[in-house]
Nanobody, 120 residues
């Protein structure tokens, strides 16, 4: 099995910064895309950022472009999300996602989520 464990969420004032981490563990043969999604109360889950294997390509949601940066440590099976200039609109549960190869093939895995709350 595969586990994704997020950390780094919390409460921050508007204009502040946070760094989220997500470490994948288990019987992993390889990881392709890793990313972050978020879901605010009453809203659908949306893409925040994702990064392709090796960091060759990244995608960002329109609302976070220029403020958030995604990176990964392939050796540690870990993905990071550095968030700057946070606003109250960034308040949400942030979920880590990874497309992982295990013995039986590829699968899509999710973390349990970490709360980010931005106060005005």
């Amino acid at each position: 099995q595969v586990q994704l464990v997020e950390s780094g969420g919390g409460l921050v004032q508007a204009g502040g910064s946070l760094r989220l981490s997500c470490a994948a563990s288990g019987s992993i043969f390889g990881i392709d895309t890793m990313g972050w999604y978020r879901q605010a109360p009453g809203k659908q889950r949306e893409l925040v950022a994702r990064i392709i294997s090796g960091g060759r390509s990244t995608n960002y949601g329109d609302s976070v472009k220029g403020r958030f940066t995604i990176s990964r440590d392939n050796a540690a099976n870990t993905v990071y999300l550095q968030m700057y200039s946070l606003t109250t609109e960034d308040t949400a549960v942030y979920y880590c996602n990874a497309y992982v190869m295990i013995a039986t093939g590829w699968g899509d895995y999710w973390g349990q989520g970490t709360q980010v709350t931005v106060s005005s």
